[in-house]
């Protein structure tokens, strides 16, 4: 293996995960997950999604840790493979008819998993009983409950603006997250501001926006690349230049993803995008 750091590739790792997962062999194929990161290769979305949905029939934990990390690398769990963990959790640890009690990180993959299938009210049924501790016992010190995370909140917002249901996603974010302690971070509030202009709400997305600011919340380049294709898809190009020129551009904050959104949103509205005064250096200008 050691001579394998300069002859495998993504294929030749593949064909190894594949190997491992024919023949039940799941753990070793997280590890050779591991090992392609380590050697800076990335896994396909087929060789995660048969990993985890492997891991979920006998380590739920594990599946669960891996999908999170792929994550990070572009991973994007399709609706079965929440069903499928969240059916492993419930066999691993039986929320009713066991004294195992899972924790928040249990209950926020089954959250998520109940918000990407669409399924809410029983997303929100879970939420409340976070809240009032039918899950998990008074901790013996500080006597508090298993109470929702930023994790919790944003999964539960992002479900309820994926369904229209604007104002109590507001009602969260403004309401109950400060009355609990939580306050909304950079992560969340790009979910609220994609959600809103999915929903064709881009002055509201924008207000919210204003409002991180102004509460001292720094955006990244997620944000900006968000608002970029929220407002030429809303067709106010002119406002997505003053940002582009006031605000993106003196805060330093912008990446190659923030200019492909510039580029690719001002081509499709028929737009030269600066091509001879814009303030980008000339290795990132680019001429349409």
């Not at 050691?2 to 997280?30: H, L, T």
């Not at 939580?182 to 929903?199: D, E, H, K, Q």
């Not at 492909?260 to 005064?277: E, G, H, K, T």
Request: proline residues 5%; contains cysteine.
């Amino acid at each position: 293996m050691p001579q394998g750091k300069s002859v495998f590739d993504e294929f030749a790792y593949g064909q190894m995960i594949d190997s491992f997962c024919r023949y039940g062999r799941y753990n070793g194929a997280a590890r050779i997950v591991y090992m392609m990161r380590k050697r800076g290769c990335t896994p396909s979305l087929v060789a995660y999604n048969s990993i985890v949905h492997g891991l979920s029939e006998d380590d739920c934990m594990r599946a669960y840790q891996l999908l999170e990390e792929g994550k990070k690398f572009g991973y994007l769990p399709s609706e079965f493979t929440y069903k499928v963990l969240m059916e492993g959790l419930c066999r691993e640890c039986d929320l009713c008819k066991t004294e195992c009690q899972p924790d928040v990180i249990t209950l926020n993959t089954v959250i998520n998993g109940f918000c990407k299938m669409g399924r809410i009210e029983e997303s929100l049924k879970v939420f409340h009983d976070m809240m009032t501790g039918k899950f998990c016992p008074p901790d013996v010190v500080t006597f508090t409950f298993c109470p929702p995370d930023m994790v919790t909140f944003t999964s539960i917002i992002c479900g309820l603006l994926n369904i229209g249901r604007t104002e109590e996603a507001f009602d969260l974010l403004h309401n109950v997250m400060p009355k609990k302690g939580r306050s909304p971070g950079v992560v969340t509030y790009n979910a609220v501001i994609r959600g809103l202009f999915r929903l064709r709400r881009a002055d509201d997305a924008m207000e919210v926006f204003n409002g991180m600011v102004r509460g001292g919340g720094v955006a990244n380049s997620t944000t900006y690349t968000v608002i970029i294709d929220g407002l030429c898809e809303s067709d106010q190009i002119p406002e997505a230049k003053r940002l582009w020129d006031e605000v993106i551009w003196t805060s330093k904050v912008h990446d190659n993803f923030v200019y492909a959104a510039m580029n690719f949103d001002f081509r499709l509205n028929s737009f030269w995008f600066y091509a001879n005064d814009s303030p980008l250096p000339p290795k990132r200008k680019k001429y349409l």
